[in-house]
């Protein structure tokens, strides 16, 4: 159980097929509930983002199975450990279903940090920070995008009033975030017939979240 990824190179749904339980299911096949902090560092600029996932009931049920190694009805940060390992490596392949602007240009990421896994009411969330390995100066202009374009997992940032915040940032800063529209139903029928082992053609259809932090 401890080599299962929650989110192991989804846009290859083979892989993700292995440890679904049942017959083929609809797309998206997890969900997950996300928060934001945009962290900055003293002389303004930003440093890196901390990720919080949270996956839906049924899906953290599944992935966390046999982990318990102590019997004791809980699931804690170290059992979940290896879990979390497997993960965090597995994220740089499909670039932390993650990407980040500032300044208009397209950022790469350095090694992420302090990830762990907490399981809680019967949901599972993945925390970590994820850095900026070239952090330019005077980020102004702070876009972030969290999703994954196939759909084969439904990210969704909160709507809530810390859904995505700023930490250290410079006086003045807001936050706007961008949520994509519902689906129409039409098309939620046509992704729910679509065969787990499918990529189903997305092109026209915005699925992914989008934040913009704007600095003076």
């Not at 190179?9 to 928060?35: R, S």
């Not at 809530?160 to 410079?170: F, K, L, Q, S």
Request: net charge negative; with cysteine; aromatic share 8%.
């Amino acid at each position: 159980m401890t080599g299962r990824a929650l989110l192991t190179a989804l846009p290859a749904a083979t892989l993700l097929a292995a440890c679904l339980a049942g017959p083929a299911q609809a797309h998206p096949h997890v969900w997950v509930k996300a928060k934001a902090e945009i962290l900055f560092a003293p002389d303004g600029t930003v440093r890196a983002i901390r990720q919080h996932w949270s996956f839906d009931e049924a899906y953290s049920a599944y992935i966390t199975q046999g982990l318990d190694k102590n019997g004791d009805g809980k699931l804690t940060p170290d059992e979940l450990a290896d879990l979390a390992k497997v993960n965090m490596d597995s994220l740089p392949d499909v670039e932390f279903f993650t990407i980040v602007k500032v300044n208009g240009r397209k950022q790469e990421f350095g090694t992420p940090t302090d990830a762990g896994l907490i399981f809680e009411n019967k949901i599972l969330t993945l925390n970590y920070t994820l850095p900026l390995k070239h952090p330019p100066p005077k980020s102004r202009s702070f876009g972030i995008e969290v999703g994954d374009p196939t759909y084969f997992v439904a990210f969704e940032i909160v709507d809530a009033p810390d859904a995505v915040v700023t930490r250290d940032a410079p006086a003045g800063c807001i936050v706007r975030v961008n949520r994509p529209p519902k689906l129409a139903d039409d098309v939620a029928q046509k992704l729910a017939q679509e065969d787990i082992t499918a990529t189903p053609d997305m092109s026209g259809y915005e699925v992914t979240t989008r934040a913009l932090v704007a600095c003076p």
